[in-house]
């Protein structure tokens, strides 16, 4: 027999699971379909085609426009930085694309819907899109072009690390064939989102199980000692943070809602989401073949700034 308390903490956390499950699938799958037609229509060498020709400011805008409507795995996305830098594109354009990739998507957008709302997601939108177009401009004046690799990538692997910390097949494809019919599209696009969905249900899987223990078994003021108002450092600790216990989008995402529904602030929640999305752990790795160490820094620094800044916006401005 289990102690009282724990048994209530379970149970209390199986409900919260069950609660994360019924919200989370149906809008990770249709996430998962808007991904395959994003992958579809814009495969990344059109991507990379449509912003060669950009300079700063409008150029920072539609980078980082086609980085929210282009969630690709990071075997994609790094591929394209190369290929923007090889040509000549200006740094700054291509971390604008960089930045909004990871933070501003279809699975990103849907989920935070679901778990906190659209006047929340519209705020979160703004800000980090806003976000990715200043800081590609601010980082484009600081000359580190030298710090940029040379670097030329010719082959994809077949199996590769995903864009928001999981293993998928996303590279396996030779992209969107020209002559085939928007059915055809829609439906490569309805396979591909099947397939994304089981390489990434495990980590969605694991996301709402932390979630629901920290719902039901962590001790509410043990978090509040740490993230909460009255700790001045909570929103530089939640997107510093977030980095080392990164799952996945999707896994994050319900530990932020676990987190929100215990009494953390929204802002600390999200600094948490953006630091793990922007600067996790195999993220960083494939940005080091790109990267030298100092941009690599300036690259991280970057995204944990924007986690702080969103997060301490959220908490005195917004909500």
């Not at 199986?14 to 799958?29: C, E, G, K």
Request: charge should be negative; proline fraction near 5%.
């Amino acid at each position: 027999m289990l102690p009282p308390g724990l048994s209530e903490a379970l149970l209390d956390s199986w409900d919260y699971f069950l609660h994360l499950a019924v919200i989370l699938v149906p809008l990770f799958i249709g996430a998962s379909f808007l991904v395959g037609l994003a992958q579809e229509y814009l495969p990344p060498e059109k991507v990379e085609r449509k912003l060669r020709g950009h300079d700063e400011g409008t150029g920072n805008v539609a980078a980082a426009g086609l980085g929210a409507v282009t969630p690709f795995c990071s075997c994609s996305t790094v591929p394209v930085l190369a290929g923007l830098l090889q040509a000549g594109a200006p740094l700054g354009l291509a971390f604008s694309f960089l930045l909004a990739s990871p933070l501003v998507n279809e699975i990103a957008v849907l989920l935070l819907i679901g778990l906190f709302g659209i006047e929340v997601t519209v705020y979160y939108v703004v800000l980090t899109f806003s976000a990715a177009v200043v800081g590609g401009i601010v980082i484009g004046r600081l000359g580190l072009t030298d710090h940029v690799k040379d670097v030329r990538i010719v082959e994809e692997t077949e199996t590769t690390v995903a864009a928001d910390g999981g293993t998928a097949d996303c590279c396996a494809s030779s992209g969107a064939a020209t002559n085939r019919s928007h059915s055809q599209h829609i439906e490569t696009a309805a396979r591909e989102a099947w397939s994304f969905f089981v390489d990434t249900l495990p980590y969605l899987i694991l996301g709402m199980t932390i979630g629901a223990l920290i719902h039901g078994a962590v001790p509410v003021d043990v978090l509040h000692t740490v993230l909460g108002s009255e700790n001045p450092l909570a929103v530089p600790l939640a997107a510093v943070a977030g980095a080392p216990v990164y799952i996945s989008l999707s896994g994050m995402l319900p530990i932020a809602a676990s987190l929100s529904e215990q009494g953390i602030a929204i802002g600390t929640v999200l600094a948490f989401v953006i630091g793990g999305a922007g600067v996790s752990i195999p993220n960083l790795i494939l940005l080091n073949k790109l990267f030298k160490r100092r941009l690599l820094v300036v690259y991280a620094g970057t995204v944990v700034t924007i986690g702080i800044v969103v997060g301490v916006v959220f908490n005195t401005l917004v909500i």
